[in-house]
């Protein structure tokens, strides 16, 4: 892809980051444990497929969106944004690439199974909760082990949430395509 076009998918990736997380804010936030943690967190599962397709472009989409959604929708500052951001982005592209190490899986998926994508999940999950948590320690705000557990699990609930929400859609897609 030329520069515009990689401008463009993160742009894309960012402004749609924002409208999920505006949506999961007005319509989830009975699930909202504290201003910064979910008991189930469908978004994890969005920060995983938009690093898988589009890798460092889904990174700074991704990035850039949570900054802009953190301020402008959850009221956050701009350094809990900023901060959150990254590591956030960050957590799922360091817990893809390790898996494909450890897997030997190429970015085409072919002959993802169940175990496989339970542990890139898994692994994804304990990256977030561990760079968060890191934040959160360093900044001096609550955490400890509740938190840590929270955020791991709303994790992964959230992302298998999605991803059966997806392969239902497809399912449905394809009885309706014929």
């Known amino acids: 892809m030329n520069p515009i076009q990689n401008a463009a ?15 999961n804010k007005r319509y989830f936030s009975f699930l909202q444990v504290s201003d910064f943690v979910y008991s189930i967190y469908w978004l994890s599962g969005i920060r995983l497929i938009a690093v ?7 990174v700074l989409g991704i990035g850039i969106g949570y900054v802009v959604g953190g ?14 951001g990254i590591l956030s982005a960050l957590a799922p592209l360091i817990a893809y690439r390790v898996w494909q190490h450890w897997t030997g899986i190429t970015n085409d998926f072919k002959d993802v199974g169940i175990k ?28 400890g082990l509740n938190q840590i557990l929270t955020l791991f ?26």
């Open 9 to 23: 998918t993160v742009f894309v990736i960012a402004i749609f980051w924002v409208l999920l997380d505006y949506l």
């Open 52 to 58: 898988i397709l589009f890798g460092w472009l889904g």
């Open 71 to 84: 301020i402008s929708i959850r009221g956050f500052t701009p350094q809990d944004a900023l901060a959150l």
């Open 116 to 143: 496989q994508l339970f542990a890139l999940v898994l692994l994804h999950s304990v990256l977030t909760a561990i760079f968060r948590n890191a934040y959160f320690f360093s900044a001096g705000k609550p955490n």
């Open 153 to 178: 699990s709303a994790n992964i609930v959230g992302t298998f949430l999605l991803l059966y929400l997806f392969r239902y859609l497809r399912h449905f897609y394809k009885l309706i395509k014929g």
